[in-house]
C-alpha cells in the first residue's frame, strides 16, 4: 500500500508543480501570498477539538461591512493532506472572492490516512454549520453560505452541495451519514446556498471516461475508500456529487481544462448534463488549453465566479 501511495503522491508532485499558476492553486502550493483584508484569524478550529485538521482559516475583506455573504474554499491534495488551508488558491480564488465583498473560510480537513470516507463531507458541513453558529463573532450573513474547491476540494464543495438538506440516505447497499456529528452547532444548517467546482472529480465511478495519469495500483479514491471499484461499486457511487444531483440542489457552476491530465474534463462535462437535466442552475467554462489548474484562473474566468454566486444572493433574496 506504501509504496502505491508514493508512485501516485510523486507524479502529483510532478504535475501540480507544472501546473502552478501566479498564487498557486492549493495542495502543495510553495508560494504564500499576502491578502488585503480587514480582518484575518488563522488555525479556528470548527469541531470543538485539539485537532489541526479541524482548524480553519478566515478571512474579511479589506472593505469593511456590517456582515459578509461566506464562501467556503476548500484546497486539492487527491484527500491526502489534512493541512494544505494554508495553501487553497489564495492569489487567485479567495483573493478575488475578498475583493468582491465575500468573507472566505479556507478549512483543513482529515486525510483519507485519518479516516475514511464520508469523514470529509462530515467536516466540510461541520464548517458550515460552524459558519452559522459563529456568524455574529466574524461578522458572516449566515442566509449565504456557498462552497468552492479545487480538485479533490471541487468534489468535497460539489459533494456538499448536491447533498444539501441531505442527512443521510442508503446508496445501493451502502447507507451513508452524510451529516456526522461534530462541533458545538449540530443544531444549525449545513445546507449550502451555492457551489464552485474547480477540476474536481464528481463521478468516482468513472474516472476512466478520459485520458488522464495512470494512478498504479491504488488510486487515491480507493485509498479514501478502502475498496475497490468492481468489489464495492455502492462505495464509489456514495462517494460521487454526480449520484446527489435532483431539482433542489442550490445553483452551481464548473470550470475544467479540456487539457486537463489529471482529472479528466469528461467529468466536468458529465457534471454540467446532470445539472442540466436536473432542472438545477448551472453553468460551466470548459477551458480548450486548460489543464490542472494550469491556465485557469484568468481574469474572466475568476468574475464569472463572482458574477455567479453573485445571482445565486440576488435570486436568493427574491
Given at each position: 500500500?506504501?509504496?502505491?501511495?508514493?508512485?501516485f503522491i510523486m507524479p502529483c508532485l510532478a504535475a501540480v508543480a507544472m501546473a502552478q499558476p501566479a498564487g498557486g492553486f492549493g495542495g502543495f502550493q510553495m508560494q504564500q501570498?499576502?491578502?488585503?483584508?480587514?480582518?484575518?484569524?488563522?488555525?479556528?478550529?470548527?469541531?470543538?477539538?485539539?485537532k489541526a485538521y479541524h482548524t480553519c482559516d478566515i478571512y474579511l475583506p479589506k472593505k469593511e461591512a456590517a456582515s459578509?455573504?461566506?464562501v467556503i474554499h476548500i484546497y486539492g491534495s487527491a484527500w491526502f493532506s489534512n493541512s494544505s488551508k494554508g495553501a487553497a488558491d489564495l492569489g487567485t480564488i479567495v483573493k478575488s472572492l475578498l475583493n468582491a465583498g465575500y468573507a472566505v473560510v479556507c478549512p483543513n480537513h482529515r486525510s483519507s490516512a485519518d479516516a475514511k470516507w464520508p469523514a470529509q463531507i462530515h467536516d466540510i458541513r461541520a464548517v458550515i454549520r460552524f459558519v452559522r453558529g459563529e456568524a455574529k463573532k466574524y461578522k458572516f450573513d449566515p442566509s449565504f453560505v456557498?462552497?468552492?474547491?479545487?480538485?479533490?476540494?471541487?468534489?468535497?464543495?460539489?459533494?456538499?452541495a448536491t447533498t444539501s438538506g441531505i442527512k443521510q440516505t442508503?446508496?445501493?447497499?451502502?447507507?451513508?451519514?452524510?451529516?456526522?456529528?461534530?462541533?458545538?452547532?449540530?443544531?444549525?444548517?449545513?445546507?449550502?446556498?451555492?457551489a464552485c467546482d474547480w477540476s474536481g472529480p464528481v463521478d468516482l465511478t468513472a474516472m476512466d471516461c478520459g485520458e488522464g495519469m495512470k494512478m498504479g495500483e491504488n488510486s487515491p479514491e480507493d485509498?479514501?475508500?478502502?475498496?475497490?471499484?468492481?468489489k464495492e461499486p455502492d462505495k464509489y457511487k456514495s462517494l460521487s456529487a454526480t449520484y446527489y444531483v435532483n431539482k433542489k440542489n442550490p445553483p452551481?457552476?464548473?470550470?475544467?481544462?479540456e487539457k486537463d491530465n489529471v482529472v479528466p474534463c469528461c467529468q466536468g462535462k458529465m457534471f454540467f448534463e446532470k445539472l442540466q437535466d436536473a432542472g438545477v442552475k448551472t453553468e460551466a467554462t470548459f477551458v480548450p488549453e486548460g489543464g490542472h489548474g494550469m491556465g485557469?484562473?484568468?481574469?474572466?474566468?475568476?468574475?464569472k465566479m463572482v458574477n455567479f454566486l453573485d445571482a445565486a444572493r440576488t435570486a436568493k433574496k427574491k
Open positions: 500500500m506504501k509504496k502505491a501511495l508514493i508512485s501570498v499576502k491578502l488585503e483584508t480587514s480582518q484575518e484569524w488563522k488555525d479556528v478550529n470548527y469541531a470543538g477539538d485539539d459578509y455573504p461566506v456557498a462552497t468552492s474547491g479545487f480538485s479533490s476540494g471541487g468534489h468535497l464543495a460539489s459533494t456538499a442508503k446508496v445501493g447497499t451502502v447507507d451513508i451519514d452524510l451529516e456526522g456529528n461534530l462541533g458545538n452547532y449540530t443544531k444549525e444548517s449545513s445546507a449550502v446556498n451555492a485509498v479514501l475508500l478502502n475498496s475497490k471499484l468492481s452551481i457552476i464548473i470550470f475544467h481544462g485557469m484562473y484568468s481574469e474572466e474566468n475568476l468574475q
